[in-house]
């Protein structure tokens, strides 16, 4: 597959409009759109054949892998796949992802084939970053170049996972600020925010408007989430429209107060320049693609300043592998 480099010049800090620099480990690393050209070229092909293979045996996996990326975004480097160990907790068991992150099994399976052709080549962090771009395209979605040359990390934290991933019952200016933190835009909020257009979520975690509290709900949908959730372990679509299609629906479902999560219909709660940036999303598709890709590629572009290596396994750091 091709991919464009259109959005290459939208990158902060790069002179290069293939290239973006990040920290890690107090030194300046770059990322670029052909880190692999050479020392794993087939990288791209393998990743790409095992995602299709997932979504085509279970659409759900889509939003599955696409997620595990975000969940691990706050850092980009592949914490959230490490396994706890004796000596370190990690992230697998933190309020937003026990009992919730899937496709793990997906990422063993895409790594073990490119560590057979390139050993120790292609980090965990970028398998994650690819799939997830992989996964946007297979269900629908808009295309876009990956950045690689990620660092997997060496250790993980439960709590660092808590406190950065945002909850389901975030209001705007939570929301915000967590973005804001990283550098990422009001406009990164709100396109990166579309991705609940595919995926779905325990009615625990939207309790809050099964109840008639939060921003305001449309009844009828109220109505029937409620009856969908008599049980609370049930599952319910993020989009109920198109929930398995990558596609803008999402936008106008908080327009007619229909967005699932209290942090999905609190995005046009109050400020006027985040309803101006849904509203444009739900009535051009091609906008939220456009946006969506270019808050990607910033999102992938974050990088923690810990040490790295590139992992074997992306269960555990190489020291404890035998």
């Known amino acids: ?28 690393i770059s990322l670029t759109f052909d880190f692999y050209l050479s020392s794993c070229p087939e990288a791209e092909a393998i990743v790409f054949s095992w995602v299709e293979k997932a979504v085509s045996d279970d659409p759900r996996m889509a939003a599955s892998l696409l997620r595990l990326h975000f969940h691990d975004c706050f850092g980009c480097d592949a914490s959230v796949l490490l396994d706890d160990t004796a000596s370190m907790v990690g992230e697998k068991s933190a309020a937003p992802n026990a009992n919730s992150l899937r496709g793990f099994d997906v990422i063993d399976a895409i790594k073990a084939e490119i560590e057979y052709f390139c050993p120790q080549t292609v980090s965990c962090a970028d398998i994650l970053a690819i799939a997830a771009r992989d996964a946007v395209v297979l269900s629908g979605g808009p295309a876009w170049e990956v950045e690689m040359g990620r660092k997997d990390s060496l250790t993980a934290s439960k709590a660092s996972a808590n406190n ?19 550098g990422l835009s009001l406009q990164d909020l709100l396109a990166l925010s579309g991705a609940h257009t595919m995926g779905k979520a325990r009615c625990s975690t939207f309790s809050a408007r099964l109840n008639g509290g939060g921003p305001d709900i449309n009844v009828e949908f109220l109505q029937s989430l409620q009856q969908l959730c008599a049980v609370n372990t049930t599952l319910a679509d993020l989009d109920h429209a198109t929930p398995m299609t990558f596609d803008n629906r999402y936008f106008t479902n908080i327009l007619s107060s229909e967005g699932l999560l209290p942090s999905d219909q609190a995005l046009v709660a109050g400020v006027d320049e985040a309803r101006a940036l849904v509203q444009s999303y739900a009535l051009d598709a091609r906008v939220f693609y456009r946006d969506f890709a270019k808050s990607m590629i910033e999102m992938g572009g974050l990088q923690s300043a810990a040490a790295g290596e590139i992992r074997r396994n992306c269960r555990a750091v190489n020291q404890i592998l035998p």
Do not use: H, R, W, Y
């Open 164 to 182: 950065n991933i945002p909850s389901p019952n975030s209001d705007l200016p939570t929301l915000m600020s967590k973005f804001q933190a990283l």
């Open 1 to 28: 597959m091709m991919f464009s480099a259109a959005f290459g010049s939208t990158l902060p800090n790069s002179t290069n409009p293939n290239e973006a620099e990040a920290c890690v480990n107090g030194a300046t």
